[in-house]
């Protein structure tokens, strides 16, 4: 995992503009379907990046990118599709399994406080 590149709030607002500009251009160019798909997928992988979790923006192309080829270039849907759902999926484990859990301090405190609040 690479360390976070901005906050949240910013890596928040970020992947927002690049979804409002993504959102203009498509209605622009008026390609609704299947260029939702990346100005949906494009702005995730961003903000992901952005807040350092690289496998997450990885799955998120993978999936986005991978169904909006499928839409616009004619491949075989039902081959593809479920190809890229299994990659994710296996993305996903291999990252759960692969990584060890580190507790961060904010974390704790963040269960702690709201362990407190079920308490009251």
Same mark, same amino acid.
């Given at each position: 995992? /690479?360390?976070?590149?901005?906050?949240?709030?910013?890596?928040? %607002?970020? +992947?927002?503009?690049? *979804?409002?500009?993504?959102? %203009? /251009?498509? =209605?622009? $160019?008026? $390609?609704?379907?299947?260029?939702?798909?990346?100005?949906?997928?494009?702005?995730?992988?961003?903000?992901?990046?952005?807040?350092?979790?690289?496998?997450?923006? *990885?799955? $998120?192309?993978? /999936?986005?990118?991978?169904?909006? =080829?499928?839409? +616009?270039? =004619?491949?075989?849907?039902?081959?593809?599709?479920? !190809? !890229?759902?299994?990659?994710?999926?296996?993305? !996903?484990?291999?990252? @759960? *399994?692969?990584?060890?859990?580190?507790?961060? @301090? %904010?974390?704790? @405190? #963040?269960?702690?406080?709201? @362990?407190?609040?079920? #308490?009251?």
């Amino acid at each position: 995992m /690479i360390h976070q590149f901005v906050s949240k709030h910013r890596a928040h %607002a970020l +992947s927002m503009a690049l *979804f409002f500009v993504g959102l %203009a /251009i498509i =209605s622009f $160019t008026d $390609t609704w379907w299947p260029g939702i798909l990346l100005g949906v997928g494009l702005p995730l992988a961003i903000r992901q990046l952005l807040l350092g979790r690289l496998y997450d923006c *990885f799955v $998120t192309l993978i /999936i986005f990118a991978g169904i909006f =080829s499928a839409f +616009s270039f =004619s491949i075989r849907k039902d081959l593809l599709l479920p !190809i !890229i759902f299994l990659v994710s999926a296996l993305f !996903i484990v291999v990252r @759960e *399994f692969s990584e060890s859990y580190q507790h961060i @301090e %904010a974390e704790d @405190e #963040e269960d702690l406080n709201h @362990e407190i609040e079920e #308490e009251q």
